[in-house]
């Protein structure tokens, strides 16, 4: 017999992947892709959009998520350097190949510097009329690019609604409303018109398509961005800043959120995601509650089973994108047009290339880039408690331990510079209230094989 607690878990998170945006195999997410279409007039873009129209190709979304949950300070302030550093610690950090959440220990800041520096790249040379193309290309995309990211961000945030209400459409509750449908259809036609979504895509494809045929250029460019967008704290701290949309403020105030629930009928319908068995398995001993006797996330945590014959959950979502790194070229990662400087020490692979539908899984030192991370608020858990539970739990608060429930924190901490404290959750045996807000997981693009140096292109010969 399975475990219930694995199994709600892993059909939690395969709901979350859904309502995200992800999956497009057969019974996860093709008749959703379909009725896009059909609803916007063309394939619909994804959480990983952007860096899919750079790029010329699918790329494919894996959502990572915390066990549990990371709590944030509402007073923090990103326009203080030493803030700023905090919250750009947070994201810097390299994701494994996983459906839940662990850190590599690598910055990403780090293995995109370690390119910079260990890049071979081609004996090519743009053509003056290429060169024209391509200047007229860069000035288009950085006349276009807060436009078509404010819109971008409103579609996306349409797109969420959507996608949570076709995941539990799919396992029998309710026909997608039709107000969703309209703010969507509308949502895309203003990120064409008023975002110029299309200007702004044909000029990021040009960039992409000549930018790398100038290496001195183009490399020196780069160097040049990556050293000028590194910040320094008082205590001579230096770190590359994420530039986050919405801005953190606004993330604790009441716009921009998204209803998601979980229901018995989930757990009974709920098909499994693509990224389950391909990134990462439960730990055998794996219960919905997790524990830590201290207040901070460990690696050491101990789980409690729930042995409930229902359960439900309902929760709010908001999406926070993280794809512009004002320092950073991501397409960097899927160009063809650098090597490893040969006899330089650089050998690693960066990504030997994933493919969640086909159930390749990467290796390397990043095979994932985060592009947006995911926040929940006022989580509200239903169901029959024992006494047992109860006690153990509150037990736990007033020990201030961490407590999560699958990706939530129901109780811990956050330390962050000069921002500190503890955060606690309601518990009763009827239920569970967790209001605050907290990262339960981030939306990564899955990087092809990098470095993957072109054949037909002139190499320098060794």
Request: hydrophobic share 35%; aromatic share 10%.
């Amino acid at each position: 017999m399975p475990d219930r607690n694995a199994e709600l878990f892993v059909k939690m998170y395969s709901k979350l992947q859904l309502a995200l945006g992800g999956g497009k195999s057969p019974g996860a997410g093709a008749d959703r892709d379909q009725a896009l279409e059909k609803l916007l007039g063309e394939p619909a873009p994804g959480p990983t959009s952007p860096l899919s129209a750079a790029a010329g190709q699918d790329v494919q979304s894996l959502l990572t998520i915390y066990n549990p949950g990371q709590y944030l300070p509402p007073d923090l302030d990103p326009g203080k350097m030493e803030d700023l550093y905090s919250l750009s610690l947070l994201f810097d950090a390299v994701p494994k190949f996983s459906w839940f959440f662990k850190p590599d220990g690598i910055p990403i800041s780090e293995v995109y510097n370690s390119i910079l520096r260990g890049k071979e790249p081609p004996l090519t040379q743009i053509t003056p009329d290429q060169q024209k193309k391509l200047e007229a290309a860069i000035r288009k995309e950085k006349d276009l690019r807060d436009g078509y990211e404010e819109y971008m961000n409103k579609y996306l945030e349409a797109r969420m609604a959507y996608d949570g209400a076709y995941a539990t459409w799919k396992n029998g509750g309710p026909s997608i409303p039709a107000n969703i449908e309209v703010k969507l259809e509308n949502a895309f036609k203003n990120w064409g018109a008023q975002g110029r979504k299309s200007a702004y895509e044909s000029a990021r494809a040009t960039i992409a398509t000549y930018d790398a045929m100038e290496p001195e250029t183009f490399w020196n460019d780069l160097t040049n961005r990556y050293q000028e967008g590194a910040r320094k704290t008082q205590s001579g701290s230096t770190f590359q800043p994420y530039d986050l949309s919405p801005p953190y403020k606004t993330w604790f105030q009441d716009s921009g959120w998204t209803d998601f629930h979980f229901y018995q009928l989930d757990l009974d319908r709920q098909t499994e995601s693509e990224a389950i068995g391909v990134a990462g398995t439960l730990d055998v001993k794996y219960g919905i509650f997790s524990l830590s006797g201290t207040a901070e996330w460990s690696k050491n945590r101990e789980y409690l089973k729930a042995d409930q014959a229902e359960l439900a959950f309902s929760c709010q979502l908001k999406r926070v994108t993280m794809s512009s790194r004002s320092w950073m070229n991501p397409l960097v990662l899927w160009s063809r047009a650098w090597r490893w400087q040969q006899g330089a020490g650089y050998a690693d692979e960066i990504s030997t290339g994933g493919d969640l539908y086909a159930g390749v899984r990467p290796e390397g030192s990043m095979t994932v880039i985060p592009v947006a991370a995911i926040l929940s608020r006022n989580l509200h858990v239903h169901g029959s408690f024992t006494a047992t539970e109860v006690e153990t739990l509150n037990e736990m608060i007033k020990a201030r331990g961490s407590i999560g429930f699958g990706p939530f924190s129901l109780s811990g901490s956050f330390h962050m510079e000069n921002h500190s404290g503890f955060v606690k959750s309601s518990i009763t045996s009827g239920g569970i209230n967790a209001p605050d807000v907290q990262i339960i997981g981030l939306q990564c693009a899955v990087l092809p094989k990098c470095p993957n140096p072109d054949p037909t292109l002139p190499w320098p010969t060794t």
